[in-house]
């Protein structure tokens, strides 16, 4: 549920901020007031494509943003949201986009960056808007399908096929493996085996081409490495003047002084432990410079070593798929080594396998066409069902010559005379409409009037209702060409769909706008020389003037008033229907 919009900068917007309830939201206002910008900015948010000219003049960036509140039993957006490692906060989440004047845009979930393709992918889940614009879920054919089997009951048996479907694929992609492994499954295997026995016989040890490294380093630089430290041995612990010497006379003094004055006590105990560290330090540098000795060939061995496992990293350091892949020690030849002997051994029982994948797929198979029939039969049985109540519906909501269906066909029977099937079946569904007498039916996404489109998705919407787990449904022009008692009709079924759903309407008609629990002025005034739009919730004596404009195109006119006053009356939500201003 849509829980609060801002607005800022967004075409004739300057900074605005609307508070949303559940139930039936209604948008009114004069025509060009700033109703469909309020849209647009929310079908920007919902992932509709976009540029730069939908910044306010003077502006470098527009931006909108969302609280939307998600319930606990929408679970496929919980799931979509915990994949992505986005946690809700109160079971709301923060939706931001901006888009600059340089085109570039950005989208944040709870601060999180997301490509456009996610928003629209979560937002769809959430938000359903109809109208003129471009965001319609029930236009895509896969949800067609979708709908259908939540209408008939279903989905639990099209989610077990789409497993079968799943398993049945990738057995038939292991047995083509296997079967093209066999065609070249010698050369193969010995291309393989020369590679692990190449590995085995250099025994490469994860991090050693570091540590030879280090070992080459020390090795080409031996002569300067042991002068230096004959160096500094001579000046920590030979002779009279070295480091350790100096400590051991200052100690012995400060003990003598610490002696005669306390206050001495911590300096000298400092001294001792610099004294012990001096000690412990001489010893670990007479020990080095005691073991360091010369190898002749040496250098030569471990540069030799170096180029071995280079050589090995080049060939070996890569998934067996070929693809690139850096890697900065050993492992990834030891890897390579691992997955090679497992290819091998495959490779080695792969008509055992064979035989099994197979057989398994035959078994598979049946049950699948099996599955198959069932689900076709529900699915016609329900297609039925589906068109009648939505026609019924079409002729209360003022389209009586109309005629909705829900074609739902088999794919068709493949060479071997078995029925083809897609991941959720052997069916094709897809909803058709035609809305004059004697025109075809036709894809639902042909529908050329927003104001009819809007109807159809209503009904649809209506029947549906129940199963449907998107959580607001945005209408957008609804009323167009409609009026009187259809009028009527859609404002009763609106507010039937806003007792379980968030509902937002734009509306000219009163007739609709009475049915509203939250109804919302939009209004475009002259502020500092430039055209804003701002908005307004109505209550009371105030709606009860904006019903009178819709009308009569007169707020305060006493026929207009009397006329809203009974429609509010017979019609509107007591909610907001009081007496106060």
Known sequence: MLEELSIRNYALIDNLSISFDKGLN???????AGKSIIVGSLSFLLGSKADSDVIRSGCEEAGVSAVVRISESNTDVLEWLSGRDIATEDQTIVVRRNIKTSGRSSIYVQNIPLPRGDLAELMGMLFD???????????????????????????????????LFTALTEKKKALELSLNSDRNREERIELLS?????????????????????????LASFEKLSRETE???????????????????????????????ESLAGICKRMDDLYYEAE??????????????????????????????????????????????????????????????????????SEENREKLATEISGLEKTMAAKAAELSAKRVEGAKKLGEQINTLLMRLGMPKARFAVNSVSKGKGPGGNLICGPWGADDVEFLFSANPGEPLKELARIASGGELSRVMLAIKTILAETDRIETLVFDEIDAGIGG???????????KMGAIKQIFCITHLASIAVRAENHIRVEKKDAGGRTQTSVCLLSGKGRQEEIARMLAGDSAGEAALAHADDLLSKYGCRRRNDNTS
């Open 280 to 349: 412990d330090l001489s010893e670990e540098l007479r020990n080095y410079r005691d073991g360091l000795f010369y190898e002749p060939g040496r250098l030569e061995e471990v540069e030799e070593r170096l180029g071995l496992l280079f050589r090995l990293k080049k060939k070996y350091s890569r998934p067996i798929d070929g693809a690139d892949r850096e890697t900065g020690d050993e492992g990834g030849i030891l890897a390579f080594k691992t997955r090679a002997e497992q290819e091998i051994e495959a490779l080695s029982q």
């Open 485 to 495: 008692e259809v009028a009527l009709a859609v404002g009763e079924y609106l507010e």
């Open 129 to 163: 808007l109809h109208g003129q614009h471009d965001h319609e879920s029930l236009m895509r054919k896969d949800m067609h399908r979708r709908c259908l089997d939540r209408f008939a009951g279903i989905e639990g048996d099209a989610a077990a096929f789409n497993g």
């Open 194 to 218: 020369y590679a692990v026995d190449e590995i085995t016989r250099a025994a490469p040890k994860p991090g050693e081409s570091r540590e030879l490294e280090a070992e080459a380093q020390r």
């Open 231 to 261: 160096h500094a041995s001579a000046f920590f612990f030979d002779g009279e003047g070295s480091v350790l010497n100096l400590a051991r006379k200052v100690r012995s003094s400060l003990e003598t002084a610490s002696a005669l004055d």
């Open 26 to 32: 209604i948008l009114t206002g004069e025509t060009g």
